[in-house]
């Protein structure tokens, strides 16, 4: 059985073939297709012209193909981040031949002033454990500062779909990792004011959210290969705060101080400084709080319990960061996007 990228990769072979045919062969082919593209292109040898594979995702999720496949020297990586490289495996790094850091085009319209902004702080990504969603709950909490979460939870774009899948009772939705993560540790926190979630964005609202929030948060537990939301938070002229992990530091000044140490996650209440580092806008009324949701009851599973609780001493904060660091800091799966 073959796939949508099996389909395309046959497809590229042919044109491959149909160009070195009528006299004009290409000089270079450049796939994003994972794993598929080299296998399938490398295993054309001399009648294929060099290849070009670029990474986008976290090496770890097929990290035999990688740690084994050999270009023969036609076939080369490209990463979107230093640190996606760094952390491949030496048979991939000695075929990569760098990277080139993921960009996004420059709004049109200005930067919002302080006056445009709304008092509100943005988490932009897929509502699962690996993008903190928790974390920047519990910061925003301590800070007093509101939070809007725009993204998908399980592959549902909003709170309608998930509230149908939930009520479905032969949907799969209901036994997702991220879903019953999602109904444990973020719905429960979710107020309509202070805390909102707005599902999944695209087009002028995103680019409206992006430019008139007080900030975007990324409290990743992960490596983050790419951080494309991070580029267009920059370009829209938002401050970003977030984990030093993975991309980041190096998608923004390391002199800001709008990184959070990663081993410092267990105790969101040492950031509270975070939003003087952000423009403040205009005073307003503040609205009136809603009544938290309810939410469907999800399958049973054991998830890691990263609820908050009362802020610890130094010793045994500094005893969970030496814990967490011994035990991958809660890396994310490496099927993360």
Not at 97 to 120: H, K, W
Not at 153 to 181: F, N
Not at 237 to 244: Q, R
Not at 260 to 268: A, C, H, L, V
Request: net charge positive; hydrophobic share 40%; proline share 11%.
């Amino acid at each position: 059985m073959v796939g949508t990228a099996h389909a395309h990769a046959q497809v590229v072979v042919e044109e491959i073939g149909r160009h070195a045919a009528t006299g004009r062969p290409f000089d270079v082919v450049h796939t994003h297709l994972e794993v598929v593209g080299p296998a399938v292109l490398g295993a054309l040898g001399d009648a294929a012209p060099p290849v070009l594979h670029t990474l986008h995702w976290d090496l770890r999720r097929n990290a035999d193909f990688y740690e084994s496949f050999d270009g023969r020297g036609r076939v080369f990586f490209a990463g979107v981040s230093d640190s996606q490289i760094e952390r491949g495996p030496a048979t991939l790094r000695r075929q990569a031949l760098g990277s080139v850091p993921l960009s996004v085009p420059i709004p049109d319209s200005r930067p919002a002033a302080p006056e445009e902004r709304t008092d509100s702080v943005l988490v932009l990504a897929r509502l699962c454990e690996a993008k903190g969603i928790d974390i920047a709950l519990r910061a925003c909490r301590a800070a007093g500062v509101r939070l809007v979460l725009a993204g998908p939870v399980g592959g549902q774009p909003d709170r309608a779909a998930l509230e149908a899948a939930l009520a479905d009772p032969t949907s799969p939705v209901r036994g997702y990792p991220d879903v019953r993560w999602f109904l444990e540790h973020v719905a429960p926190h979710l107020d309509g004011d202070r805390a909102r979630w707005i599902g999944s964005v695209a087009g002028n609202e995103k680019a409206d959210l992006l430019r008139r929030s007080r900030a975007v948060l990324f409290p990743i537990r992960w490596e983050e290969p790419g951080g494309t939301a991070v580029c267009e938070a920059l370009a829209a002229g938002t401050p970003v705060v977030a984990m030093a992990r993975g991309c980041l530091p190096r998608s923004s000044s390391p002199r800001s101080p709008d990184f959070w140490p990663r081993t410092r996650w267990t105790s969101p209440r040492r950031w509270a400084g975070w939003p003087s580092w952000t423009p403040r806008p205009a005073p307003r009324p503040p609205a009136a709080a809603s009544a938290p949701r309810s939410w469907p009851a999800a399958t049973s599973g054991s998830t890691p319990n990263s609820s908050p609780g009362r802020p610890r001493g130094r010793r045994d904060r500094r005893r969970a960061a030496m814990s967490a660091d011994r035990n991958g800091r809660g890396s994310a799966p490496g099927t993360d996007r």
